[in-house]
C-alpha cells in the first residue's frame, strides 16, 4: 500500500507518525523495550507529542524479532502464525547510545542517539538491513480514522528479494506491489493462492511479517531502494533472520515456522488423473491405467476428481453410483495392481449436498454476524464453507473423510480455500475475518492431514493441496494451480514453483502440459521433461484427457523415458527430500540458493537445481532451442555423458528425449536398480555415479522411510577413488571423470 506522493509528500489523506528518537530503552526480562517520540524531544514541552513503541526481542537463535505499536489497547485478535521458538536467551545491553540485541550471528542495534531513530541488523561479516529517518511509523487514514504500521528496511545496490508465497509475477519482486491476499485468480495474474508474508535477499537475510492478515508489501516500488510492508492494525511483529547463505535463512526461518514432513516414497512416482469435466466411470478409468502399462510408463497414483461425486453435491463425500456402482471393489483392484488412489475434495458443502441439512442444524458452516449461514453461487449453488475453528464442524467433516480412507483412498486433493469471505462474517472462536481470510486454508489442510495420519499413519500422509500461508509448508504437497496449456505458462508455472521453494516449501508439483485447453503434442512433451524433474508429477487437465498417446506416440515414448529416469534417481531424490524435513532446504532450488556467491544466478528463473549435484533447464520453445547458464567448474550431461566447463551461457538446441540436465562436479547421484516404480528397496544394488571427484564427498542413500541405509565417504587417493561404506547392500561405484 503505497502512502506517498513519490518520496517527499505523504498523500493528503494520510496522516503521519514517524519514529524520530528513542527516549527510553529498558531491558525488561528478555527483550529490550522502548519508547519512542514521534518528533525530537528538546524540552518538557515536547513531552506531550505521540509516541510509538517497540519490543525488541528474540525467539531463536540467529532471529530478532521487533514489535511496533500505536495504541497498545486495541484488542489483537488471532488467528496468529503457529511459532516455535528454541528458548535460547538474547544478550541485551544498554549503552549511552545504542542499546543491542543479539543471539547468535545477529544482532540488532537500535540508536539512542537525540534526533537519530534507526535500527541495524547486523551479521557477522556486516550490516544486512536496517531502518532510519521515517522507515517506521504508523499512519492514519484522516477519513475513516483506520490505522496502518508501517516498516520500510533498506535495499543495498544489486539486492534482489525473492519469495512472498508462490507468485507468477516477475521472479525477482523489486518494482512490485505484492498484498497478501489468497485468491482463486489462476497462474498468469499477480493474485496468488499461496501468499506467505516472508522474503529472503540475495544478501543473505530475511524477514517475515507475522501477521496473517492482508499485509502490504512495496518492494522497491513506494521507494526504491526500500522493502516496505504495513499492516491495517494498530500493532506489527516482524522477525529477521540472518544467514549468511540462503540456505541457512530457511533453516532459521523452517526452524520457527515448521517443515515440511517427509512424503512416501511412492507419492514421488507419476500421478495420472480422470481430469476435471471429463466422462469417466471404472471402463475409462482402467482403459487409462490398462493404456499406460501397455507403454511401459510406470504409474504409481491414480487421482479421481470432482465428479467421483454427483455433480451439485460436492461435498458429499459419496462415490457416484451410476458412474462407480461398486467403488470399494475398484479400489481394491486398483491397489492390486499396485496403484495408490487419490479423490478429490474441497472444504464447502453444496446446498443439494445431502450434508447441508445436518450442518446448517448443528451450526458447522460459516456463519454472517446475523447468524445467517453465509452462502454463495461462485462453485456450487448455495454454498456452504465449513468452519474449521469448530471442533466439533472439524470432526464432522473428518469423520466424513475417514469413511473415504477406511474405503481405499489413499491421498486427499485439497482444493480451494482461498474464496473465503471477511465481510460481516462471525468464526465460531471469534477470529477476525481478515486474519482468518489466508488463515483458513492452515486449519482446512491441518484438519485433513491429521486425519490422513490417523487412518493410513504419519508416515503415509499426503496432500495434494492449492491454498496456502505460513507454515503451510508443514502439511506437504502443494501444487501450482490453474495453469495453461503453453510455454508461458509453464515458464510462470516454474517461476512461481521457485518463489514458494524461497519460502521453505520441499515439495511442489504443478499440471503437466496445463490445467486449461489442450496442449499442441511438442508442449506436452516439453512439460513432460520438466513435470518428472519437479519433486512431484501429475498429469491433469481440465476438459480432455492427458494420457500421451491421444497427443502422439512419441508422447509415450517421452512420458516413459522421463518417468523411468525419476524412478531411478528415488535414492537421490528421496535422500533430498528428507534434507527438506531436516534443514528446510527444498527439493527444487532457485539458483541463487545454491550458487549465492555467483551474481549471475540472482535473476535465473528458467532452470533450477534439484537437489545440490542435478541442474535441470527446462524447454520452453517448439524450435526445441534453450538458453541456459552453468556456474562454474565442470559439468557432465547426466543423459549424454558430454563434459563442459561452466562459467558461460550455453545456447543449445535438444530433441524431446533430451534436454539441458547437468550434473555438478564433485557430486554423487546414487541411482537405484528399478525403474518401473518410485517405491522399492533404494539401498539394493545401489550405482553411485561420481562425478569429477576430487575432494572428499559423502552420499547417502536412504531407506523408504527416508533413513540413512546406506552412507558412502569417497576421497581421492592419486588417481584411486576410495571409498568407506556404512550400511547398505550390494552397491557400485562408478567413476566419472573427464578424459
Not at 518492494?219 to 516482524?238: C, D, K, L
Not at 487419490?342 to 445431502?354: C, F, G, L, T
Not at 453461487?377 to 469448530?390: R, S
Amino acid at each position: 500500500m503505497k502512502f506517498k506522493n513519490g518520496h517527499w509528500v505523504v498523500k493528503q489523506e494520510f496522516e503521519p507518525l514517524y519514529a524520530c528518537e528513542a527516549v527510553r530503552a529498558e531491558k525488561m526480562g528478555q527483550a529490550l523495550k522502548l519508547l519512542i517520540a514521534t518528533k525530537h524531544i528538546s524540552g518538557r514541552g515536547d513531552t506531550q507529542t505521540p509516541v510509538l513503541g517497540a519490543k525488541v526481542f528474540s525467539p531463536a537463535e540467529g532471529v530478532i524479532g521487533v514489535t511496533l505499536w500505536h495504541h497498545r489497547g486495541t484488542l489483537q485478535k488471532g488467528p496468529r502464525f503457529e511459532l516455535t521458538p528454541d528458548g535460547s536467551a538474547p544478550e541485551i545491553r544498554v549503552e549511552k547510545d545504542a542499546a543491542y540485541v543479539k543471539n547468535g550471528g545477529l544482532t540488532a542495534r537500535i540508536s539512542l542517539k537525540e534526533n537519530d531513530w534507526h535500527i541495524d541488523f547486523l551479521g557477522e561479516n556486516g550490516r544486512y538491513t536496517g531502518d532510519g529517518f521515517r522507515m517506521m511509523g504508523h499512519m492514519r487514514r484522516r477519513d475513516t480514522g483506520e490505522g496502518y504500521m508501517v516498516q520500510q528496511l533498506e535495499l543495498d545496490v544489486g539486492e534482489c528479494v525473492y519469495g512472498l508465497g508462490e507468485r507468477f509475477t516477475a521472479f525477482v519482486k523489486n518494482g512490485q506491489q505484492v498484498d497478501m491476499w489468497n485468491g482463486d485468480g489462476g497462474s498468469c495474474s499477480e493474485m496468488a493462492y499461496k501468499n506467505v508474508p516472508f522474503y529472503m535477499t540475495n544478501r543473505g537475510y530475511g524477514v517475515l511479517v507475522d501477521d496473517a492478515g492482508d499485509v502490504s508489501f512495496e518492494v522497491a516500488s513506494e521507494q526504491v531502494e526500500r522493502v516496505q510492508f504495513s499492516v491495517q492494525a494498530e500493532q506489527m511483529t516482524y522477525y529477521v533472520f540472518a544467514g549468511p547463505t540462503p540456505r541457512e535463512v530457511l533453516r532459521r526461518y523452517t526452524a520457527l515456522t515448521g517443515r515440511p514432513a517427509l512424503l512416501p516414497a511412492w507419492s514421488f512416482g507419476l500421478w495420472l488423473s480422470t481430469s476435471f469435466t471429463t466422462d469417466y466411470d471404472e471402463k475409462t478409468t482402467s482403459s487409462f491405467i490398462e493404456g499406460m502399462a501397455r507403454r511401459n510408463i510406470p504409474l504409481n497414483v491414480f487421482h479421481y476428481d470432482c465428479f467421483w461425486m454427483k455433480g451439485f453435491n460436492w461435498c458429499d463425500f459419496e462415490w457416484d453410483q451410476a458412474m462407480f456402482p461398486d467403488p470399494e471393489g475398484m479400489l481394491r483392484r486398483y491397489h492390486d495392481r499396485g496403484l495408490k488412489i487419490s479423490a478429490w475434495i474441497n472444504p464447502y458443502v453444496a446446498q443439494a449436498s445431502p450434508l447441508f441439512d445436518e450442518g446448517l442444524e448443528k451450526g458447522y458452516f460459516l456463519k454472517k454476524e446475523n447468524g445467517d449461514v453465509w452462502q454463495s453461487d461462485l462453485w456450487q449453488g448455495g454454498l456452504a464453507v465449513v468452519d474449521f475453528t469448530n471442533p466439533a464442524a472439524r470432526d464432522w467433516y473428518c469423520g466424513h473423510l475417514r469413511r473415504i480412507l477406511e474405503m481405499g483412498v489413499d491421498a486427499f486433493k485439497t482444493d480451494f480455500g482461498e474464496r473465503i469471505p471477511v465481510r460481516g462474517i462471525r468464526y465460531f472462536d471469534g477470529s477476525d475475518p481478515v486474519r482468518m481470510h489466508n488463515y483458513y486454508t492452515y486449519l482446512y489442510n491441518r484438519a485433513v492431514r491429521e486425519v490422513v495420519c490417523q487412518v493410513k499413519g504419519g508416515d503415509q500422509a499426503v496432500l495434494f493441496a492449492r491454498s496456502a500461508t505460513a507454515g503451510s509448508q508443514k502439511m506437504p504437497l502443494h501444487w501450482g494451480g490453474d495453469n495453461f496449456a503453453t510455454y508461458v505458462s509453464m515458464a510462470e508455472t516454474l517461476r512461481a514453483g521457485l518463489s514458494l521453494a524461497s519460502c521453505g516449501f520441499g515439495f511442489w508439483s504443478h499440471d503437466i502440459s496445463g490445467f486449461e485447453s489442450t496442449a499442441p503434442a511438442h508442449v506436452y512433451k516439453r512439460w513432460c521433461q520438466f513435470g518428472l524433474l519437479s519433486s512431484h508429477s501429475r498429469l491433469h487437465g481440465s476438459q480432455s484427457y492427458r494420457v500421451p498417446w491421444l497427443f502422439d506416440e512419441e508422447a509415450c515414448v517421452v512420458l516413459s523415458k522421463f518417468t523411468r529416469l525419476k524412478c531411478r534417481l528415488m535414492p537421490y531424490l528421496y535422500q533430498k527430500a528428507a534434507e527438506a524435513t531436516e534443514t528446510g532446504t527444498p527439493v527444487m532450488r532457485p539458483m541463487y540458493m545454491e550458487f549465492p556467491e555467483d551474481p549471475a544466478c540472482d535473476t535465473l528463473d528458467r532452470q533450477y537445481m534439484l537437489g545440490e549435484a542435478l541442474l535441470v533447464a527446462p524447454v520452453f520453445r517448439e524450435d526445441g532451442r534453450v538458453d541456459y547458464y552453468l556456474p562454474a567448474g565442470k559439468w557432465t550431461h547426466l543423459l549424454d555423458g558430454r563434459v563442459v566447463a561452466g562459467g558461460r551461457w550455453m545456447r543449445e538446441t535438444y530433441d524431446f528425449l533430451s534436454l539441458p540436465l547437468w550434473v555438478r562436479e564433485n557430486t554423487a547421484v546414487p541411482m537405484g536398480s528399478r525403474e518401473d516404480t518410485a517405491e522399492y528397496d533404494f539401498e539394493k544394488d545401489v550405482e553411485v555415479r561420481c562425478y569429477q571427484v576430487k575432494t572428499p564427498v559423502q552420499v547417502t542413500v536412504p531407506d523408504v522411510h527416508g533413513r540413512p541405509a546406506l552412507t558412502l565417504d569417497l576421497r581421492r587417493e592419486g588417481e584411486k577413488l576410495v571409498c568407506a561404506a556404512r550400511g547398505g547392500k550390494e552397491y557400485t561405484i562408478i567413476d566419472i571423470r573427464e578424459e
